[in-house]
Antibody
């Protein structure tokens, strides 16, 4: 059974840096074709892809957020970390991590439960 | 940048067939997947590679993709299928999500 769980602060102040950790089990990030992606969803709005890191350290980011994002992995602890700088109230959202399967169109299955991050002073 | 367009809402009567579309330039040349998100829950993959169902997804969910439009079809729609549905594709090294469609079963 594959599970993922996001953890990190629920409240951050504007201009601060957000660090979220995705802890997963049931698969290995050493397996070819496997990755972990990050997706967010502002309250009442659509899903927005942030980025993905693959087993071979290949990392892709949303072009609109690329300058603010860093995704790293620790295969030994089964964790992936998302760092987002210069947080703003518009970044208030539920942040999800999900197992990513590489292909001509990568897809995400399953997803974590998500963690709501509020940006406010 | 590449965009995927979905209707904001679709309504269907129980037992009938629901079709949710996702439009994008030459979308038929890309694989598309679909996610179901019920209120207060995380998204669940229901279709990948245009028409493949993950294990555990009922057979009433099917997908197609041709030209500029991908379609998620739910046959014999049940009340439990009421949810938001998102299409997703890949373009220029970027994952793209559609804006989502709220399916109402009434």
């Amino acid at each position: 059974q594959i599970t993922l769980k996001e953890s990190g602060p629920t409240l951050v102040k504007p201009t601060q840096t957000l660090t979220l950790t995705c802890t997963f089990s049931g698969f290995s990030l050493s397996t070819s074709g496997v990755g972990v992606g990050w997706i967010r969803q502002p309250p009442g709005k659509a899903l927005e892809w942030l980025g993905i890191i693959y087993w071979n350290d290949d990392t892709r980011y949303s072009p609109s957020l690329k300058s603010r994002l860093t995704i790293t992995k620790d295969t030994s602890t089964n964790q992936v970390v998302l760092t987002m700088t210069s947080m703003d109230p518009v970044d208030t959202a539920t942040y999800y991590c999900a197992q990513g399967i590489r292909g001509s169109t990568p897809y995400f299955d399953p997803w974590g439960q998500g963690t709501l991050v509020t940006v406010s002073s | 940048s590449y965009e995927l367009t979905q209707p904001p809402s679709v309504s269907v009567s129980p037992g009938q067939t629901a079709s949710i579309t996702c439009s994008g330039d030459k979308l038929g040349n890309k694989y598309t997947c679909w996610y179901q998100q019920k209120v207060g829950q995380s998204p669940v993959l229901v279709i990948y590679k245009d028409n493949k169902r993950p294990s555990g997804i009922p057979e009433r969910f099917s997908g197609s993709n041709s030209g500029n439009t991908a379609t998620l079809t739910i046959s014999g729609t049940q009340a439990m299928d009421e949810a938001d549905y998102y299409c997703q594709a890949w373009d220029s090294n970027t994952v793209i999500f559609g804006g989502g469609t709220k399916l109402t079963v009434l």
